[in-house]
């Protein structure tokens, strides 16, 4: 990859990224770019790829060739910690809350890090808190306890405390009842006022299309169709060939 | 039948008792720390009881050059967490990912290193520390010793403060997620690999502690860590594998056992007891004597 | 099994060896030079050859478990140990003492020594189950330290060889020479029997134990039966070379029953190579010669045992498979 394509303005570059699962090709060059403060989907069926896209920016699946870049620096192969206190979040697709710590203590695995004062870690708090009504009230039960959308909830909250630039959101309205949907809605809504971009997998297209900036569909572990999110609609015939059963 | 009774020695039974309750919090404390990496780190450390050998024979050098017990607890105790820091980066890290059993013989290869060392630095006659308090209290009719109630005491506030530390500090939040989901708690920001480095510099220094704080009790040489880890992984078995609280209950239990014992057998025979237990609880109870409800 | 390629068998061009050629061509030279050894060396050499054929079977045994059942034990000192006490007890309670009935008695020893462990430790998965073959290696250490009245305790038994001897056919005294041969044989004989072992349908199936317990649970297998005769047979041979060693050495020791002697059994796997029957040959080679090097450079006092066991680490870092290790899958073949 050239050095050219690094891009400081854009808070992540991914470029032509290949990831495989043994033997499977998951990712087949996969490109893609996330602006400060945009919220970008991605679509696509089961299986094209996207989790791993994910994955494989976060650090958590080594790719075999491609890079990605934070803010045009190198990011491809540091360790997962490592590109967390870089400000990148990560939500995956099942939750994956701690379930024997408490409410309190799952937001503490974001909030303890080097440089946070203690008005800070208070004020990124009570963010949660106002936000997420439903944690408060829950803060010292034990993260397992929790329903499926109170898990999302602390999920999304959990990456927040982590103060990141963009935060990686996978499949978050899955198996959550429409009141918890829309309350995903906002909460994508809140985030990219308060300029934090977000990369969204999702099934649900409707919502993503009106949460989005730009969208990227993608099919066979590569990019197929890239537009913005205005320049489409639910039945548009690149929807249903990508996406429809 | 009224003979029989007669001849069971209530003064010894009753000193032992307490002597099999002392030895037992600080097996416990050796266990805890052999549970903790385990539990965390799914490694099987070998090398478990010659850190605590090691801690005694730092104690017996520190207490003779300060001629301070307590200096020499905390001194001694620093210095094998240090030491077991190092031996994870050095030898434990590279093996990350690799099948468990490569722990198990890297362990070994330092247990081995660290005998040999021992012996070849303090030679092969035992040691001894003396007891720091020489004062004695009398419990019922008889007299018992001060310092082996003190050495109970502190191994039972390591013990706790070590729960405290897990329960509510940051590193042991870190710990917790560590040991719940890995592959998040590195998402979380938690520096994993730095997390277990830190893991197995606590256990290594509750065995050192335990090391200084037998000390008093009985004689230090370099084969010592054997009888030790041996004992200690009987207690993880019997205890419940990584149940804490069924680790220390079965510590005091089979020490207790083994002192009652060596009042009518010797001391290499006693070692049999810990030795029947286990087999009785791989036969009847393999999750563990302390744990409510077999698995 | 599978047809093998035709290439194998067949030369084609320019002539290709067989591999059933080449390795019976290596295990006749390596055999000479064994037998020839004797013959040759000097006397302190060929006793250490001997020995280190003994410690050799001892960690071939151990092999069986390791590297193809994928079980560690460290409780090989108690087979060991019980082959070598079987081996004394019979030679010094027959008279006039019988070399074959030292052998068997050896062998029923550690037979029974591995089915008590075996029954108890194949309970537990990996870990536990390295632990528990050490605890129960020390019982018997405990045991026979302190039951002085049948063992000799702490000071062990002493008698003297039997003949090497088969009625009607012949009569020898073991001299030393004579001695190395029947080691040899044995231990060879051992090792064409274990290979035949794991390359039999019961070897596959403990490697497939080895590579999936779960799967080949699910398969049908009765898993802790398999692990039991495994265990068992490695412990026979485990005990054959403790009765070799009681008939080479004259006596028994409670410190061959202590843990060093599993552990030693670890090492020399590890640093021969795991899964290749002679790697830990090989390894007991190595690890012996460099401690007679080392005490040779350093003297007697120099505890060996530090910079072998800094080897020992570097290799299951960087040289897991064993200085045979790259060829295990031909000797396997």
Redesign the interface.
């Known amino acids: 990859m050239n050095a050219a394509a690094a891009n400081p303005n854009l808070l992540v570059q991914v470029e032509g990224l290949h990831t495989y699962y043994g033997k499977s090709h998951i990712l087949d060059g996969v490109s893609l770019e996330v602006a400060p403060g945009e919220v970008v989907g991605l679509l696509g069926r089961n299986g094209v790829g996207k989790s791993t896209t994910l994955k494989s920016i976060m650090g958590l699946v080594q790719p075999t060739q491609g890079e990605v870049l934070l803010e045009g620096k190198s990011i491809t192969g540091l360790p997962p910690h490592h590109l967390a206190r870089l400000g990148i979040g990560y939500v995956p697709e099942d939750r994956r809350i701690f379930r024997l710590l408490t409410v309190m203590e799952n937001l503490r695995t974001g909030l303890d890090r080097n440089g946070v004062t203690a008005e800070r870690r208070a004020a990124l708090l009570d963010k949660a808190f106002s936000y997420f009504p439903r944690l408060a009230e829950r803060r010292a039960q034990a993260g397992g306890t929790l329903s499926g959308g109170e898990q999302q909830m602390l999920a999304i909250a959990r990456a927040m405390m982590l103060e990141p630039k963009i935060i990686l959101l996978d499949e978050p309205t899955e198996g959550l009842m429409p009141s918890m949907v829309s309350q995903i809605r906002k909460i994508i809504d809140v985030l990219h006022q308060e300029g934090v971009a977000i990369l969204l997998v999702e099934q649900n297209v409707p919502l993503t299309l009106e949460a989005s900036q730009r969208v990227y569909i993608m099919e066979k572990g590569c990019v197929r169709h890239h537009c913005a999110a205005s320049d489409i609609k639910v039945d548009d015939p690149v929807i249903k060939q990508y996406l429809g059963v | 039948m009224a003979d029989f009774f007669q001849n069971i020695p209530f003064d010894l039974l009753l000193i032992q008792t307490v002597n099999g309750i002392v030895t037992g919090l600080i097996l416990a404390l050796v266990a805890s720390g052999l549970t903790l990496i ?1 539990g965390i780190m799914d490694v ?1 450390n070998f090398a478990h009881g010659e850190l605590f050998m090691m801690g005694a024979y730092l104690g017996v050098v520190v207490l003779a050059t300060t001629g301070n017990f307590w200096l020499a607890l905390v001194v001694a105790t620093l210095l094998i967490a240090i030491l077991g820091g190092a031996l994870q980066i050095l ?1 434990l890290k ?2 990350i990912g ?1 099948d ?3 722990t ?3 362990t ?3 247990s ?2 660290l ?3 021992a ?2 630095e303090f030679g092969p006659v035992s040691r001894k520390i003396e007891e720091p308090i020489g004062a004695y209290f009398t419990l019922f009719y008889l007299q018992y010793p001060w310092y082996r109630i003190v050495i109970a005491a502190l191994a039972v506030a390591i013990i706790g403060g070590f729960w405290l530390f897990l329960k509510y500090s ?1 590193f042991g ?2 710990i ?2 560590t040991t ?2 890995r ?11 730095w997390v277990y480095t830190g893991v197995f510099a606590i256990g290594a220094a509750m065995a050192g502690a335990s090391g200084v704080l037998f000390g008093p009790l009985g004689s230090i040489n370099h084969t010592m860590g ?1 009888d030790w880890v ?1 004992k200690a ?2 207690v993880v ?1 019997v205890g419940g ?1 990584g149940n804490l609280g069924g680790s220390i209950a079965a510590a005091i239990f089979i020490s207790l056992l083994e002192a009652y014992a060596s009042i009518w057998v ?1 001391p ?2 006693a ?2 007891v810990s ?1 029947v237990v ?2 009785l609880t ?2 009847f109870r ?1 999750t563990g004597l302390f744990v409510a409800t077999p698995k | 099994m599978t047809i093998a390629p035709l290439e194998k068998t067949m030369p084609v061009g320019k002539t290709r060896l067989s591999h059933a050629t080449l390795f019976w061509g290596g295990f006749c030279v390596v055999m000479a030079l064994l037998i020839v050894a004797p013959l040759v060396l000097p006397v302190f050499w060929a006793k250490f050859l001997t020995e280190i054929l003994i410690w050799g079977l001892l960690a071939m045994s151990s092999d069986l478990l390791i590297g193809y059942t994928g079980m560690i034990s460290f409780g090989h000192s108690a087979f060991f140990g019980l082959g070598m006490y079987g081996a004394a007890g019979a030679l010094l309670h027959t008279s006039p003492p019988n070399l074959w009935l030292a052998i068997l008695a050896g062998l029923a020893g550690a037979a029974g020594a591995a089915l008590f462990v075996a029954y108890f430790s194949t309970r537990l998965r990996d870990i536990y189950f390295a632990i528990t073959t050490l605890i129960f290696s020390q019982i018997f250490y405990v045991i026979i330290f302190t039951w002085t009245s049948v063992t000799g305790g702490e000071n062990g038994l002493i008698f003297t060889r039997p003949h090497f001897a088969i009625p009607y056919l012949f009569d020898i005294r073991f001299t030393p020479p004579v001695m190395h041969w029947f080691v040899v044989a044995l231990v060879a004989g051992s090792y064409l029997l274990l290979r035949r072992i794991t390359r039999s349908p019961f070897g596959m199936v403990l490697q497939s134990i080895r590579e999936n317990e779960a799967r080949t649970r699910a398969i049908g297998y009765p898993v802790q039966q398999y692990k039991i005769v495994s265990v068992m047979l490695s412990g026979v041979f485990a005990g054959l070379a403790g009765a070799l060693y009681a008939i080479q050495n004259e006596f028994a020791a409670p410190d061959f029953v202590f843990f060093v002697t599993s552990g030693d059994t670890v090492i020399f796997n590890v640093l021969g190579g795991i899964g290749t029957l002679v790697g830990p040959i090989v390894g007991a080679g190595f690890f012996q010669l460099l401690r007679e090097l080392l005490s040779r450079i350093f003297g007697d006092q120099f505890p060996y045992l530090i910079p072998l066991g800094m080897v020992f680490i570097l290799m299951v870092i960087f040289l897991p498979q064993g200085l045979l290790g790259f060829a295990r899958r031909w000797l396997n073949k």
């Open positions: 385990f099987v030898t590279p093996l690799r468990p059993l490569n198990i013989l890297a070994f290869g330092i081995l290193i005998q040999n060392f012996l070849w940051k939040v870190w917790r997620a719940q989901d592959v998040m708690a590195q998402a979380m920001g938690i520096p994993v690999p054997l041996l992984f009987i078995v594998m010797s290499a025979q070692v049999i030795f286990l087999i791989l036969l393999p």
